[in-house]
């Protein structure tokens, strides 16, 4: 089992930056890839980026791209993601998942998942 737990979200203004972070226990942290997702209300839950067990590649998701950064940090057990100009299309509940092996866009594929931290862009 890995417990994954978010933190770092809020209430924020369109422009700003905001920093995320995951923090993951249980099992071997650098024997999975790991993906951030965000759902909206009434809408599926989406990719955003992924970033392999190395961080030596990362995805993003085109709505994303060049604004948000994945980043990991193998010796904390640490994922982060770097929110840069923020719009209030990003306004979801952001998710850290995990999955044994290579990374991912797809969400059925990730195994274990965090409970989510809510981010809010006001216009």
């Known amino acids: 089992q890995v417990q994954l737990v978010e933190s770092g979200g809020g209430l924020v203004q369109a422009g700003v930056s905001l920093k995320l972070s995951c923090a993951a226990s249980?099992?071997?942290?650098?024997?999975?890839?790991m993906g951030w997702f965000r759902q909206a209300p009434g809408k599926e839950r989406e990719f955003v980026a992924t970033?392999?067990?190395?961080?030596?590649?990362?995805v993003y998701a085109d709505s994303v791209k060049g604004r948000f950064t994945i980043a990991r940090d193998n010796a904390k057990n640490t994922v982060y993601l770097k929110m840069d100009s923020l719009k209030p299309e990003d306004t979801a509940v952001y998710y850290c998942?995990?999955?044994?092996?290579?990374?991912?866009?797809?969400?059925?594929?990730?195994?274990?998942w965090g409970q989510g931290t809510q981010v809010t862009v006001s216009s």
């Open positions: 998942a995990a999955r044994e092996g290579v990374s991912s866009t797809r969400v059925r594929v990730y195994e274990y």
């Open positions: 249980g099992r071997t942290f650098s024997n999975y890839a």
């Open positions: 970033i392999t067990r190395t961080g030596e590649s990362t």
